[in-house]
């Protein structure tokens, strides 16, 4: 039976090391071998055999009369030295078996890190090509395990790194809103360190909430469940609007944006939303390793049927290394590690290059080195609209909705104590429920306008509570509202099917519930 045909490990030659008695034996293991395309090394030698017991044999032929000698030794050492994950593949060749045999064959120097297959002699050549074979077979196996190991490992060693770097990323909002919030507790309410306070909170929140964002599109990745839109878009209009996110936080550094776009649109199909993640990304990535007061450099041009973006700092630059490995999730460049305040999750420009892989357009880093600073090139396909189909923002003052009675069920009692103030504060009558039975009972005897119901509620959980509100005759009219922790795509079809009306992802700004409680 001849083994399963496999190709040998990629870059390397398998390799096959015999040791025989006499010149016959030697001739006709090596004539048998190269006849089967089989690499091997025939020795009748001790000094040569033990010789090229080297790191790269694959199988060891050896007979059995050799291995009294200086042969056995350094047979049995080198199996002995044998990494964890392998078993190197030993054929005996045995003049009779049992008895004499099988104390070689159960030599526990050989057995604790070889597996020895034996032949017994006159050995039949179909049956020892066979067996050769069948051991490089096995052998295959254990380098494709060990890769796998290797790769196991360097995933895990990823992981402890980002669980770090996740930690000390959540840390430092965290701390700073901590500390505000002790401020707060002292400080009159109408003084500079309340209002500097408010705005740290706010503007901390905002980073947090962006890092689990980032996280959940991470997801939607992997699961190929990310769906853009295909708009008709100005990608001006989308540097324009990417440049006013992360105006704030340029500022706070003093650092410029110049900026050199074309009069005429760009104008293309595609999700805006994603597309200013993207640009979002390059520029607070740029700004990240760039000091205090320098510049970044945006611009956009058009050219054979393609829109051109670049964003060009003049700060670290990036190691060859670096550019190979830049657009990869949760990859840290060296130099990111050794200074904490440059370092992200990792997921940033990952997400970019996917967002724009989506889009049907390429992004390219360069840098000629450290210390010259790097330049990230996204291409995108122009695709002409009519101008009147590009949907352009209105900037106005918010809307002003009309007041409604609200329920909130959920059993995270500070949440709702801060979205009942906020509420109340914009004309909203609100009231609390803490569990779905509560829940249930509230809605019953006060039919409100609106309900919000977290989805992990004891008791039982919010789609049941959904279910059994729409049952109820008197809440016909009553919008339904998920306010939770769980994003997916799954989870936005159960809460449909439950009846939900809308599905907020927390944290969700005041706004965009007031939106999902007037169903505009």
Request: aromatic share 4%; charged share 25%; hydrophobic share 40%.
């Amino acid at each position: 039976m001849s083994a399963p045909q496999l190709p040998p490990g990629e870059g390397r030659e398998e390799r096959v090391v015999v040791m025989v008695n006499g010149a016959r034996d030697s001739q006709l293991c090596g004539r048998a071998l190269r006849q089967h395309g089989i690499a091997s090394s025939v020795h009748t030698d001790a000094r040569t055999f033990s010789a090229a017991l080297v790191g790269d044999t694959d199988v060891v032929v050896v007979a059995e009369e050799t291995m009294k000698g200086r042969a056995g030794e350094a047979l049995r050492n080198f199996v002995a030295a044998q990494p964890d994950w392998s078993a190197l593949p030993l054929v005996l060749l045995c003049r009779a078996l049992p008895p004499a045999t099988l104390d070689v064959a159960r030599d526990s120097s050989l057995l604790g890190r070889g597996r020895v297959t034996l032949l017994e002699s006159p050995i039949r050549i179909t049956s020892f090509v066979s067996a050769v074979q069948m051991s490089l077979y096995e052998r295959r196996q254990q380098f494709r395990i060990r890769d796998l190991l290797e790769e196991r490992a360097a995933q895990i060693r990823q992981r402890d790194q980002f669980m770090a770097v996740l930690g000390h990323e959540l840390r430092n909002p965290l701390s700073a809103i901590v500390t505000c919030a002790e401020v707060l507790q002292m400080a009159p309410a109408d003084s500079q360190h309340a209002s500097s306070c408010k705005n740290i909170v706010q503007e901390q929140a905002a980073n947090m909430k962006r890092m689990l964002d980032d996280l959940l599109d991470i997801s939607r990745l992997v699961q190929d469940k990310l769906t853009l839109r295909r708009d008709p878009a100005d990608l001006a209009l989308v540097l324009e609007h990417s440049m006013e996110q992360v105006a704030s936080e340029l500022n706070s550094k003093a650092q410029r944006l110049e900026v050199d776009l074309p009069d005429q649109p760009l104008p293309l199909r595609g999700d805006t939303t994603r597309l200013q993640q993207v640009f979002v990304n390059l520029l607070q990535n740029a700004s990240r390793y760039l000091e205090e007061g320098e510049t970044i450099e945006l611009s956009a041009r058009r050219a054979d049927g393609l829109a051109e973006v670049r964003v060009r700092d003049h700060g670290q630059g990036m190691t060859t290394e670096t550019l190979e490995h830049v657009f990869q999730a949760f990859y840290q460049a060296e130099s990111a590690m050794r200074r904490p305040g440059q370092r992200g999750l990792g997921l940033g420009l990952h997400l970019a290059a996917r967002l724009v892989n989506l889009h049907g357009g390429v992004i390219r880093a360069h840098s000629e080195g450290p210390g010259r600073g790097s330049e990230f090139v996204v291409t995108l396909p122009v695709q002409e609209v009519v101008a009147a189909e590009i949907e352009r923002p209105v900037r106005s003052a918010p809307s002003k909705f009309k007041p409604a009675r609200v329920l909130l069920i959920d059993d995270n009692r500070a949440l709702v104590l801060g979205l009942k103030a906020l509420l109340e504060d914009r004309g909203h009558e609100v009231r609390l429920a803490h569990d779905g039975y509560a829940g249930l009972e509230a809605a019953r005897e006060w039919v409100p306008d609106a309900v919000v119901i977290d989805i992990g509620l004891p008791g039982i959980d919010g789609y049941e509570v959904a279910r059994r509100l729409r049952r109820l005759p008197s809440l016909g009219d009553t919008r339904l509202i998920a306010l939770t922790g769980y994003g997916s795509t799954t989870d936005r079809r159960l809460a449909a099917e439950a009846g939900f009306s809308w599905h907020l992802i927390k944290p969700a700004g005041v706004a965009e519930l007031e939106a999902a409680i007037a169903e505009e």
